[in-house]
């Protein structure tokens, strides 16, 4: 008897333990679509660190929440931080004028959009793959406050 | 004789019983959930039948289609595909006090496998917001509309 409750007392904690990880530290999730594609793929396993306040870094790849519920998770890639212009010029993004090097996607030559000002607290996402047509995209400005998470690892199923 | 009104009995009780059930236990909430769940399964596989006789002859969405255009649409997009798969989440079920309407807001995602492809893709995500009216012990969709995402 003493024994099963020691075993149930291991369960609960390592229960406990992985309950407090995927809360507050990283979370499993896999990628639906190819928004994200060639980077992320459809079906792959990512593991997102759970941010509290995001910091806006260029490049990250983020999870992040509409503003409404029941609420909606994205994936995208932040291309430019609060305070910058960002505008999309025959595919090219430029970021205060000056075009953003992108060596994780092909651009797509119609993408245009005129020059957009980021307020405080909020970045521009888009996904790394450009073979849409723009109007057909989840893109645009992103509250900070939605970011939920930021990818930290991810591992390709199919090869 | 006999036996045959025993078995007509029986059957008349258990069909009350069923009333009972039914009215004291089913409510209106889960009727509406139970015909999403038809019209779900009726996309999915393509019975086209089966969710008109759920929608509305009145029916409107945000796309401006009536019903026709939407059982068309839902054909031709069930064409594209060897198979359908609708995950539903989030769902919630409001009911107004008069019994008469409800509405149900539900993010939907939808899994295609495309012919000839072994694997499926998500092909859309997105939340509904889907209005029912009760028709005798009915509920039939009257109306879809799906809310512009915010991301403010």
Not at chain 2, 82 to 104: E, G, R
Request: proline residues 4%.
């Amino acid at each position: 008897m003493k024994r099963y409750a020691k075993r149930l007392l291991w369960l609960l904690a390592i229960g406990a333990a992985v309950f407090l990880v995927v809360k507050f530290i990283a979370v499993p999730r896999i990628v639906y679509g190819d928004s994200m594609s060639p980077t992320l793929k459809s079906w792959e396993l990512c593991v997102m660190q759970r941010v509290r306040h995001y910091e806006p870094r260029r490049g990250d790849i983020v999870e992040f929440r509409t503003a409404d519920e029941p609420p909606l998770y994205f994936v995208k890639r932040v291309i430019a931080l609060p305070g910058e212009t960002v505008a999309i010029e025959h595919g090219v993004f430029k970021i205060n004028s000056v075009p953003l090097s992108e060596p994780y996607t092909t651009a797509n030559p119609n993408w245009q959009m005129e020059p957009l000002l980021l307020h405080a607290g909020r970045v521009f996402v888009v996904g790394d793959n450009r073979d849409f047509d723009l109007e057909d995209y989840v893109k645009g400005p992103v509250a900070t406050r939605l970011v939920k998470s930021r990818l930290a690892w991810h591992w390709r199923w199919k090869r | 004789m006999k036996w045959l009104l025993r078995i007509a009995m029986v059957g008349i009780a258990v069909f009350a019983l069923w009333r009972v059930w039914q009215w004291v236990f089913v409510t209106d909430e889960m009727r509406v959930r139970k015909q999403i769940a038809i019209m779900e399964s009726a996309v999915e596989k393509g019975k086209l039948l089966q969710l008109a006789d759920a929608v509305a002859a009145d029916y409107s969405d945000d796309w401006g289609m009536d019903k026709s255009m939407l059982l068309g649409g839902v054909s031709s997009f069930r064409s594209q595909y060897d198979a359908i798969f609708i995950h539903l989440s989030d769902l919630t079920v409001t009911v107004d006090p008069d019994h008469q309407k409800a509405q149900a807001v539900f993010i939907a995602k939808v899994l295609a496998k495309a012919k000839g492809s072994f694997s499926e893709s998500e092909v859309r995500s997105e939340r509904f917001r889907l209005y029912f009216r009760k028709n005798d012990s009915t509920w039939e969709l009257i109306r879809v509309e799906s809310p512009e995402l915010k991301f403010d």
